[in-house]
């Protein structure tokens, strides 16, 4: 752990915020710890991670939102885990794309 790592845990912990540092893949250990949680951005990792590892039985919506005149776009994991026939394979096929995949889905 770096020592900018250790004071901002410190910190945060002398406030009562419990901090956890990834020793590995934060996306990884975010959705392994804890499945209710709320994103914002760009992050194709984690929608990669959602597609593969969500159980089907759960549903996680996603919005893409539009630009100009195109509309918003809705994305459910239950759904994308259907049409996609290799919801498991996704993560392979994204390290091969280098994390470019998203995109063409």
């Not at 597609?51 to 994308?80: C, H, W």
Request: glycine share 4%; net charge positive; hydrophobic share 40%.
């Amino acid at each position: 752990m770096t020592r900018h790592v250790q004071l901002l845990t410190q910190k945060m912990a002398a406030k009562g915020t419990e901090t956890i540092v990834a020793t590995g893949d934060a996306d990884t250990y975010i959705w392994v710890r804890e499945s209710n949680f709320s994103s914002q951005g760009k992050d194709v990792d984690l929608f990669v991670l959602l597609i593969a590892l969500e159980p089907p039985q759960s549903n996680i919506y996603f919005m893409k939102p539009g630009k100009g005149k195109v509309e918003d776009k809705l994305f459910f994991t239950r759904k994308l885990q259907k049409e996609l026939s290799f919801a498991q394979t996704i993560l392979l096929l994204h390290a091969f794309r280098a994390c470019y995949i998203t995109p063409d889905i």
